[in-house]
């Protein structure tokens, strides 16, 4: 009797704190995931629904099952020994009065393998039969329809078999843990096997435990499981009428995750848009112009002048957009496209205009003897059309080709060098990708190699880096000062650093704006290559020096704030986290 009011009080218990917490669940990125698994779990130890005493116990059941398998003629397994009994010992959990342990083996009446027919008898294919495979059991519960098809020939001619509608087929190889009910008949592969349960199961009571299993395989190649163990799995098996509870119970809770999702898809949806709505109409200066205050030390996004309609919509909603990472990150590109339109910080007359910095970098270039790009004497660049230009500059500002402010823009060695064990390390696009210099993991050559390839590539402090196959458009400010070569992957691109900010230029490769030059100058399909010819073309935008300044500054002020919403996105997940774990361990 103690132990039976155990178990009511446990399931009172559970059921109420799955009520008063699904909002915690609902605010935990994989809450829901991990709460209709919590929910399975919890139903298969009965604490889902109350158990009731008049219940025939499952061992009655047990005994009705028997007289099913004796009377069930055909009725075949892999193994005909009997299955050893349950020991204590494997037992994971004490069940309610009333169930029992048994095996798989104990509950199912048959099991049917299926087969391939040869691909190469046309004969067998196409037929008014459908034929399954572990892609076709991509589906929530019910296989109603299949890829392939076969014919009555192929059915008679190969180790397939015709499984009726109503079977629960699963994946033993190639897909573990998949399972389907059939509502049609269906053939089935040789990775698949057909299980007719016992008609004293509840089917769904069984799909749903199926699915709570996991299921792990053996193999080195291909991972399946063997018939034998399959049927010496444990199954945690009700009186039937609260088999039918369990589902219905289930059922209702998972509707209760359905909506859920649901409403959380459309909250993240439209908090994605209206966010993505704001800012578009941020960056449009013909629905949104507004100037950059003259607080130069804000490090909010006060530093603009709240005049602009859609910026006092991202201020009054701060709290509410920023609480995703994705609209994070598109502030950050919101922000490098407001710095390369001149919108992020204010303009100052006394400040030399770009095309005085133009001149200057193109005296610093003449007097550069023997400067030379990746073919020797390019071609004097086009110049840049009126179609061209995306936006109206500030004054001061200039429309320049990347060429136009670069002494030198070429790429690493053309072949692949002899490697050695230790000596002067060789960058790829690998060691660049997440947007500095990664030498944890690089390759080495000799100084006699470094030495020939720095000839025509010579990467050095204050240079810049641009992915320019596979990964293409990160740029990487070389950061260094000692000695590195670069392979064909990696474009270097040498500037006056005197005269361009080299973290100004930087910025500017990563904004929308060159970005999408850099995407769209990326050739092939397979290795994707950035070819040097585009890069020289990519149109910049040039501001004057001080403004370069001013601008890196302000931008670092506005990431310094978004790596401030990504920690808090972080901390507050992880607070939701942990209340989601305390609440599931209490149950």
Not at 101 to 114: Q, Y
Not at 380 to 391: M, R
Not at 570 to 580: C, F, I, N, W, Y
Request: one cysteine or more.
């Amino acid at each position: 009797m103690t132990r039976s009011l155990s178990f009511v009080h446990s399931r009172l218990r559970v059921s109420d704190l799955l009520e008063q917490h699904f909002d915690t669940a609902f605010a935990v990125p994989d809450g829901i995931a991990r709460l209709r698994e919590l929910i399975l779990t919890l139903a298969m130890q009965g604490k889902l629904v109350e158990q009731d005493p008049n219940d025939p116990p499952a061992s009655e059941l047990l005994k009705e099952i028997e007289k099913e398998k004796a009377s069930h003629e055909g009725t075949k397994t892999r193994r005909k020994e009997k299955l050893p009994p349950v020991k204590p010992e494997e037992v994971p959990y004490e069940l309610p009065k009333g169930w029992e342990w048994v095996r798989l083996g104990d509950i199912v009446l048959s099991i049917t393998g299926g087969g391939t027919p040869s691909k190469n008898n046309p004969a067998f294919w196409g037929g008014d039969i459908p034929w399954a495979s572990v892609k076709d059991l991509n589906v929530e519960t019910y296989l109603d329809s299949t890829i392939d098809s076969i014919t009555e020939k192929a059915i008679a001619s190969s180790s397939t078999n015709l499984i009726p509608k109503g079977r629960i087929i699963i994946c033993t190889r190639m897909g573990l843990g998949k399972i389907a009910i059939n509502r049609v008949a269906v053939a089935i592969n040789q990775d698949l096997k057909a299980l007719r349960i016992s008609s004293h199961v509840d089917q769904m009571f069984f799909f749903k435990k199926y699915k709570n299993y996991k299921i792990t395989g053996s193999g080195m190649t291909v991972h399946g499981i063997r018939q034998d163990e399959l049927l010496n799995f444990l199954f945690p098996l009700p009186p039937l009428p609260e088999q039918h509870r369990i589902v219905a119970r289930i059922d209702q809770l998972m509707a209760r995750c359905d909506e859920l999702e649901k409403l959380r898809k459309e909250r993240e949806v439209k908090r994605l848009a209206v966010h993505a709505a704001a800012i578009k109409q941020l960056l449009d200066p013909s629905l949104c112009a507004f100037a950059p205050s003259r607080e130069e030390n804000s490090s909010t996004l006060r530093a603009f002048v709240p005049s602009c309609e859609p910026f006092a919509f991202l201020d009054q909603h701060f709290g509410e957009l920023y609480t995703v990472k994705k609209n994070v990150a598109e502030l950050r590109k919101a922000i490098l496209q407001l710095a390369v339109m001149g919108r992020l910080v204010p303009q100052d007359p006394n400040d030399p205009p770009a095309s005085e910095l133009l001149k200057a970098i193109e005296k610093e270039k003449a007097s550069r003897e023997g400067t030379k790009t990746r073919r020797g004497k390019e071609k004097k660049l086009p110049p840049i059309k009126p179609e061209e230009v995306p936006y109206q500059l500030p004054q001061g500002w200039e429309w320049v080709r990347f060429a136009e402010i670069a002494f030198q823009i070429t790429d690493g060695a053309h072949h692949t060098p002899t490697y050695i064990e230790d000596g002067i390390p060789f960058l790829s696009v690998k060691d660049m990708s997440s947007g500095l210099l990664d030498f944890s993991d690089t390759r080495f050559i000799s100084p006699e190699q470094h030495q020939e390839l720095i000839k025509r590539c010579y990467p050095q402090k204050g240079d810049l880096l641009l992915t320019k196959v596979g990964t293409t458009g990160i740029p990487v400010l070389v950061d260094v000062d000692f000695e590195f070569s670069i392979f064909v992957s990696v474009a270097l691109i040498k500037f006056p650093q005197q005269l361009v900010s080299g973290k100004f230029l930087s910025l500017l490769v990563k904004a929308p704006l060159v970005k999408k030059q850099s995407e769209d100058g990326t050739e092939g399909v397979g290795n994707k290559n950035l070819v040097l010819r585009k890069i020289a073309n990519f149109i910049l935008p040039l501001p004057p020096l001080p403004e370069q300044h001013r601008i890196v500054a302000r931008i670092d002020q506005l990431m310094a704030l978004c790596d401030t919403l990504d920690q808090q996105i972080d901390a507050a997940t992880g607070k939701q986290t942990e209340l989601l774990n305390a609440v599931m361990a209490a149950v």
